[in-house]
């Protein structure tokens, strides 16, 4: 089967609608094609972790147990998920499935209503996903984001101890020593890095004590300019003063910056629990740490934390059918479970796979976690939140203000009801 796969990235795809009808035109193995078999037109997030390989090795079990069924990956390239599923719409050639798009009130019609299947129910976050009532997206397990991964021999050569970090002017104390030392304290990077990691930081410090601060953020009762959020605008202000982080950042990519800090060009990287499987993968693992991310009230704080490995079926598909039986099989066979969350470091109840110390590592901090934050159902901030939010961070990196981020921000949001 893995011989008839094709990959289409965004050139390919568009070079393809000028010459075919939507869904495929005249091919006979796409879905609703004359040949008798089907190919499901699947959009993929590649990342360090998930890799075409991945893709490749996970679709050809499914394949082997289901003869006629070819899964055709759609690559996202240099864009989001999201953004290729609308490019893909705009040119009325929908895919059947999109991996790591997150539907939301204004788009959920563009996505299929799993809620009457049985095997649904029982996915990770299921009902904290849900849009007045509806069920349009299902996971593989969760992920949990508000960790600070830490060069040991940094450390230790510093004479920091990572135990000892807990709220900010600790940190910003070990910033200091590490700097001191020859190391760059603080890894970013560009594209959606900056913007992640600050969501990391932040939501972890502000909705750990406040945790309705977006529905009064939605209702008016609340600002950016006027909450905690202000603090860590500021916090970033400073830290690119101070050299802490580095206005270079922005032009690495994200498997640049994560390659810098597994060189060890840098002490401290602020990720989600996916940086795990790249340290194994890379030999490091036993020298890297791992501890929540500082906070100025409750600590150990929340952490942030999201769907792992989400799945949506577009409702344009032609063969939905077949798309919910692939959905399915991506988060009930316990294979695929198991190799899904292994690949990305992602957890799941009932479900462990073999992990390193470092993974052992996160195991240990959402246990002592007084939480998981999911910023979903009525707690989901307005649609394309996440994309401005990320350009107003790299604004900190170019010159502006925190004050004016926040003002901006404010702007943007109001704007957006």
Known sequence: MNSRRRFLTAGVLASAVLTASACGGGDDDVAGGEGGDTTLRMIVNITPNLTEQFWNELFDKYEAENPGITVELELTGTIE????????????????IAQHVIPNPET???????????????????????????????????????????????????????????????????????QAAGYQPLQSAGQWVTGAQFTMLADAGV????????????????????????????????????????QSALGLEYPDGQAAFLAGDSAMYIMGSYFVPAADEAGLSDQIGVFPVPADGTYPPGQFGNMAQPYTVVEASDAKEEAIDL???????????????????NLRKGFSYDVSSLGEGVQAVLDASPMVIVKQGERQPVHGYAEELNTQVQSLFTGSSAGDVAANLDSWWDSQR
């Open 81 to 96: 998920a999201e953004a290729k599923l609308q490019q893909d719409l705009a040119a009325g050639d929908p895919p059947d």
């Open 108 to 178: 959920a019609e563009l996505f299929v209503d799993l809620s009457g299947e049985d095997w649904a129910a029982d996915t990770p976050l299921f009902e904290d996903y849900a849009i007045d009532g509806g069920h349009y997206v299902v996971g593989v397990g969760e992920q949990i984001q508000s960790l600070v991964f830490y060069n040991k021999a940094a450390f230790d050569e510093a004479g920091v101890d990572a135990t000892q970090l807990q709220s900010i002017a600790q940190f910003e104390d070990a910033m200091r020593k590490l």
């Open 207 to 246: 909705l750990t004590d406040e945790p309705d601060w977006v529905v009064e953020r939605k209702n008016g009762e609340t600002s950016f300019a006027d909450s905690g959020y202000l603090r860590y605008f500021e916090l970033y202000e400073s830290w690119l003063k101070e050299g802490f982080l580095t």
């Open 327 to 345: 959905v399915e099989w991506l988060v009930t066979d316990d294979e695929a479970i198991e190799i899904q969350l292994a690949a990305d470091g």
